[in-house]
């Protein structure tokens, strides 16, 4: 999920799903393209906005296979009445 189109930033809309009782991660905070290993593969590299710009906003939800219908409403409801509250 993005969160590009909210009043909120990722980090705001991750506490905002925690009170609401759904967890969230930010598997990768830092861009690919920022990740020290780049800095020593291409040294002189181009800028990657698109890589940048989704390590501003990229949130992971619960998923996975052992989740029940019941878990995957909760979550489904939690996202939905966060975003309806911060859309712009």
């Known amino acids: 999920m993005q969160v590009d189109?909210?009043?909120?930033e990722r980090d705001e809309f991750a506490?905002?799903?925690?009170?609401?009782?759904?967890?969230s991660a930010t598997h990768y905070p830092r861009a690919i393209s920022d990740q020290?290993?780049?800095?020593?593969?291409?040294?002189?590299?181009?800028?990657?906005?698109?890589?940048e710009l989704l390590a501003t906003q990229a949130l992971c939800l619960p998923v996975h296979h052992d989740l029940t219908d019941?878990?995957?409403d909760r979550i489904v409801e939690a996202v939905t009445k966060v975003a309806t509250a911060m859309a712009r």
């Open 5 to 8: 189109q909210l009043r909120c």
């Open 15 to 23: 506490r905002l799903l925690q009170a609401e009782g759904v967890g």
């Open 70 to 72: 019941e878990q995957i």
């Open 36 to 51: 020290p290993i780049m800095a020593e593969l291409v040294p002189e590299r181009e800028p990657m906005p698109i890589s």
